[in-house]
């Protein structure tokens, strides 16, 4: 009997229907231990030793690959072909050395690119050994991580409260997203303006043409720089005769892009499918494993891991053979392709991602697959075909138009249009573009000759302004980490979900817009830590790791260089005092704190007293703006608030909105470093004023006396429950409005219906609830059927504190990056099965957030 060693349950069951009774196909379900989140774990006093643990979830698992293996001819370790997937091997392998579980077992290592049939058999028929070099890379990543990510983060929690983590990768690409806010609020906009005219040719066709030149000099783009030019030249060849100049067209070649890199999967999956780049791996994983074709699970794509943009002589053959029989022998180049990888040193798998069988196309393949694989899929084969497809012929047409204006000026006029001559690979794929220009140059000239006469529709002068560069988008950020050499494929997903889950970044309209605790973050790391978060020092440290990779540097003496600068620079800040990084915060975010709002007036002049001045101050929950002369002056204002609100709702004792009529106590507007609320009276030793948040959706300075008073007289009672008899409340809650029975919630469409709500609306909203199974637990959103092992029924529910699955009294939290919605059994029987693993007590357990440094992800490698 052999033993296949794999990762995932999936591929284990079906590679061991490709290989038959005398194999023993497991699973290690992923990696079976790593560094343990605690000091110590990487010594570089002892020469980087490293200290491993077992991850508890994978003890039965390895004992049960002992026990099998220890009556096996041979152990096979056959997981994915990328530096990872050696690494799970290789800790598989060092794990059942110790417990002496390999004698007289023969071990092998092989690798395959698709799950099929051919694929498998042929890497059993060729294996080799494990690859140190690759396993010595990982090693080298692996303790970098962990030392920067354990001797940063404590320096940042002491010196900047609030701060959650950096890491090796994660700080450079905030970075980024940082560096591009910081130009975006520092750019200043030039207004430029530009003649349009609308042309029309004898024959009464109409095409657009812009103003390019006045008395035979060129334009440039800010030469018309205000109203009264461009008005002038407007009015200057309004109603005039034109005529063309020249007319000359000029043909251009568009060649195909590439099959798919693991990147450039994911800028494209984002940029045409809204998917982030951690969802698109999960599906992409999943039709890599294989999904149910026919009573047999096959795999779709090859291995997803890859920077490598050739695919095999057979598979190219397959496309070209599609392409000549299903789309056209116009269509078909006279020779293949061939595409070389311009990642340095690529690692990873070495083939692009492309499907399995080109014959499978995406409509074949629709009825097995749920609507995000088919997506995907249909996304990969196209790319595929057309990587192999004729280049496409386009036609650029440029006229010349000129005119005498009413000045006894000359002017000229330009036209611009293309014409696809032939489409090529544009009839099956064309690659998105992250930022779209407007098209106008894509349309098509009428028919026009020298010395036509032309007539103006219309001439406008329209009013531009420059913009600054866009926000990075998740395609965005990925494409310029690649440009730059940070980090690799494999490792982009999980380096923008750290960040997403750090809540260093914000998500909008599929934009990345750094919070203020990621400013602070990199604020401080530019002033102390600069070196390492330097673009040029980050990708040369991925080079060394490739060089490691390919047996040309030694691992550890990468540590050692690394580590003796590091530290340094480390001791260097030490008794650096927490004023002295204020100081350089204030300094480095001081345009974004502290914006220039009028003109003479200093920005950090504090509004509630004469001599004050505005800095950043650090308390309990992170940063805030206070005032200097603390405790005599005690405003404050959340850090995010930059001043463009009106500084009389946020001093120190706030804006009068009026009295209570019922206690003739003073209701004020006021700001705090939680935001800004409203307040019933003034502080006293003995009692606390009441207070009370403003919403989200209202603005401070639309708060009046009538609208402080209804929110300080929430919680309100709506009545009592038909039923129990006990009192139903209304109120507003970190999570939103809400009505309150006997312990149980449901939400309320608004703020404003807190305060209208009747009983009958509010008995209706919990009874829904209850009925979807809320109660004490959450809303039903999707029921997945019965426990295939276990029996009884599994559901998704969305609770207070977000969505989860549920089996019985165990409920498991989905990842954040996992859409309810769509939720697989499978994915709720493995998440159901780990939660039971932890041994904890039945129910949804209490909710913690454990301060652990993140070593950037323990990324993968």
Not at 54 to 67: F, L, T
Not at 596 to 601: I, L
Not at 680 to 709: F, M, T, V, Y
């Amino acid at each position: 009997m052999n033993v296949v060693i794999v990762e995932s349950p999936a591929k284990a069951k079906t590679i061991n229907k490709y290989l038959g009774s005398g194999y023993q196909v497991m699973a290690s379900y992923g990696h079976v231990r790593d560094l343990p989140s605690k000091d110590g774990s990487v010594l570089p006093d002892e020469d980087f030793a490293m200290r491993w643990d077992v991850d508890s979830k994978a003890v039965k698992r390895i004992n049960e690959i002992a026990k099998a293996v220890k009556g096996a001819d041979k152990l096979i370790l056959a997981t994915d072909p990328d530096r990872e997937g050696e690494a799970i091997s290789w800790h598989v392998l060092q794990i059942l050395q110790d417990k002496k579980a390999l004698k007289d077992v023969a071990v092998e290592r092989v690798v395959f690119n698709a799950v099929t049939k051919q694929a498998v058999i042929d890497a059993i028929n060729n294996p080799r050994e494990v690859d140190g070099s690759l396993v010595n890379a990982y090693l080298a990543r692996r303790a970098l991580d962990y030392l920067v990510g354990f001797t940063l983060s404590p320096v940042l929690w002491r010196k900047l409260p609030g701060a959650r983590s950096a890491g090796r990768v994660q700080s450079v690409a905030l970075r980024l997203v940082c560096d591009r806010e910081a130009e975006i609020e520092a750019f200043k906009s030039q207004e430029y303006w530009s003649i349009e005219a609308q042309m029309k040719t004898a024959s009464a066709a109409i095409f657009p043409a812009r103003m390019v030149s006045v008395d035979g000099n060129k334009l440039d783009k800010f030469d018309i720089a205000d109203e009264t030019t461009a008005t002038a030249y407007r009015d200057a060849i309004e109603n005039g005769a034109f005529g063309v100049d020249s007319v000359a067209s000029k043909e251009h070649k568009r060649h195909p892009a590439p099959p798919f890199t693991t990147s450039t999967l994911q800028q494209e999956a984002s940029r045409k499918l809204g998917f982030t780049a951690s969802r698109t791996m999960q599906v992409a994983q999943k039709l890599y494993e294989g999904v149910n074709i026919a009573g047999t699970t096959q795999g779709l794509i090859t291995y997803m891991r890859t920077d490598g943009v050739q695919i095999a002589p057979e598979a190219i053959t397959a496309v070209r053979d599609y392409i000549g029989g299903s789309i056209g022998s116009a269509y078909l180049p006279a020779s293949p392709r061939q595409y070389k990888t311009k990642a340095k040193n690529a690692q990873e798998a070495h083939e692009a991602i492309r499907p399995v069988e080109m014959s499978r196309t995406p409509d074949d393949a629709k009825a097995f697959l749920d609507d995000e694989q088919a997506k995907l899929y249909r996304l990969i084969w196209q790319r595929t075909v057309a990587s192999q497809m004729e280049s496409a012929r386009l036609e650029r047409t440029t006229a010349d138009i000129s005119i005498t204006g009413k000045d006894g000026r000359s002017y000229g006029l330009r036209a611009t249009g293309t014409v696809v001559r032939f489409d090529g690979f544009m009839k099956l794929y064309e690659e998105g573009k992250d930022d779209k220009g407007d098209g106008k140059d894509d349309k098509r000239l009428p028919a026009l000759a020298k010395g036509d006469s032309l007539s103006a529709e219309s001439v406008e002068a329209k009013q531009h302004f420059t913009e600054p560069l866009p926000r990075y988008t998740e395609a965005t950020l990925i494409k310029k980490m690649e440009e730059l050499g940070i980090g690799r494929p494999s490792t982009y997903a999980s380096t923008l979900k750290v960040l997403r889950d750090r809540e260093y970044v914000l998500f909008d309209k599929r934009r990345l817009i750094p919070e203020d605790k990621g400013r602070l973050v990199i604020a401080f790391l530019e002033s102390f830590f600069q070196r390492y978060v330097e673009y040029d020092f980050t990708a040369s440290l991925e080079q060394k790791l490739d060089l490691i990779s390919s047996g040309s540097l030694e691992w550890k003496d990468v540590l050692r260089d690394f580590w003796r600068d590091f530290t340094a620079a480390v001791h260097e800040i030490k008794d650096l005092r927490v004023s002295e990084v204020l100081d350089a915060l204030n300094e480095l975010l001081g345009p974004h704190i502290f914006p220039v709002v009028e003109e003479g007036v200093d920005p950090r002049k504090c509004p509630s007293c004469d001599d004050g001045t505005l800095s950043m101050k650090i308390g309990r929950f992170g940063a805030f703006i206070g005032c200097a002369n603390y405790p005599d002056c005690r405003f404050t204002r959340q850090f995010n608030d930059n001043g463009d609100k009106p500084a009389e709702a946020a001093g120190a004792d706030g804006k009068l909105l009026g009295n209570d009529p019922d206690t003739s106590l003073p209701v004020t507007l006021r700001t705090g470093r939680f935001g800004p609320y409203v307040q019933l009276g003034e502080a006293s030793k003995d009692e606390k004023p009441k207070r009370a948040s403003i919403p989200k959706n209202h603005e401070p300075d639309q708060i009046d006396l009538e609208k402080a008073l209804a929110l300080l007289s929430l919680p309100r009672e709506v009545g009592l429950h038909p039923e129990s008899g006990k009192p139903i409340t209304a109120g507003i809650g970190r999570y939103g409005p809400f009505v309150l029975h006997d312990g149980n919630y449901a939400n309320l469409d608004g703020p404003e219906e807190v305060f209208v709500v009747g009983l009958n609306r509010a008995v209706t909203l919990l009874a829904e609830k209850a009925k979807k199974g809320g109660g004490r637990g959450g809303t039903v959103i999707k029921d997945l059927g019965d426990h295939p092992q276990l029996g009884g029924k599994i559901q998704v529910l969305s609770g207070r504190y977000g969505p989860y699955v549920k089996h019985g009294k165990i409920n498991a939290t989905l990842p954040k990056d996992n859409e309810p919605e769509q939720i697989t059994i499978e994915e709720a029987v493995a998440l159901i099965a780990a939660k039971a693993e932890k041994g904890k007590k039945p129910g949804r357990a209490k909710r913690t957030r454990k301060k652990e440094p993140d070593a950037d992800a323990s990324a993968a490698s």
